[in-house]
């Protein structure tokens, strides 16, 4: 039998879930509509989560998502790198290129990991913290391609980031709250995209699977 959970608790994180699919912002009366609960009981979780900085009000009264959660994502952020870096480290030493973990921060792709392989003469430098648009390059791409309701298990790109460049990534799925991918980078014009995509695809669930 599952144990006793808190109904406030439950709230209160529904409101930043429905805020946080809300890019546009809610009013009281539509976050209460969204949620199907009384406008009144909104009012008061969205009072306690404001003064923890995790809602916040704007000047036209819409709500958001507050700048306090960044504080809560900078702490999982060590955790999931950690994670992350044994699948990494097999994945570029198997394949012979720059492996990455690269996760959603607002619209952009951001890469929270990456190691090098090290055994290659010649492999593509990666900087942990780069960022590009989520609809450029293979990390964004197999993001957005992990929203999709059938996703193809990886998607390849050649040039878009940087001249020449070949990626491969593929979704981190089945992880609640998390939008991510595993890819590898490489300017080899030989990369066997058969080969290496299934390589990319089970490291991408081995992370999801250490992370559930």
């Keep these: 039998m599952p144990g006793e959970t808190s109904q406030t608790l439950d709230r209160g994180l529904r409101v930043l879930d429905v805020l946080a699919a809300?890019?546009?912002?809610?009013?009281?009366?539509?976050?209460?509509?969204?949620?199907?609960?009384?406008?009144?009981?909104?009012?008061?979780?969205?009072?306690?989560?404001?003064?923890?900085?995790?809602?916040?009000?704007?000047?036209?009264?819409?709500?958001r998502v507050g700048l306090g959660v960044l504080r809560l994502g900078a702490a999982v952020q060590p955790v999931l790198r950690d994670l992350a870096v044994p699948v990494l480290r097999e994945l570029a030493e198997a394949v012979g290129c720059t492996a990455h973990l690269t996760v959603v921060d607002g619209e952009e792709a951001l890469a929270l990991a990456v190691v090098e392989p090290s055994w290659t003469d010649f492999h593509v430098g990666y900087r942990v913290g780069s960022r590009h648009p989520l609809g450029q390059g293979a990390a964004g791409k197999a993001i957005l391609l992990g929203r999709a309701a059938d996703p193809t298990p990886y998607v390849l790109t050649v040039g878009e980031l940087q001249s020449g460049a070949r990626g491969l990534a593929a979704p981190v799925l089945g992880v609640p709250g998390l939008e991510a991918s595993?890819?590898?980078?490489?300017?080899?014009?030989?990369l066997d995209a058969e080969a290496v995509g299934p390589q990319v695809e089970r490291a991408a669930a081995e992370l999801a699977e250490r992370l559930s």
């Design 22 to 63: 809300s890019p546009d912002g809610l009013t009281m009366t539509e976050l209460a509509a969204r949620m199907e609960v009384n406008r009144t009981i909104v009012h008061r979780l969205v009072t306690t989560l404001e003064a923890r900085a995790l809602v916040r009000r704007d000047a036209d009264g819409r709500l």
């Design 182 to 190: 595993v890819g590898i980078v490489t300017v080899d014009p030989g």
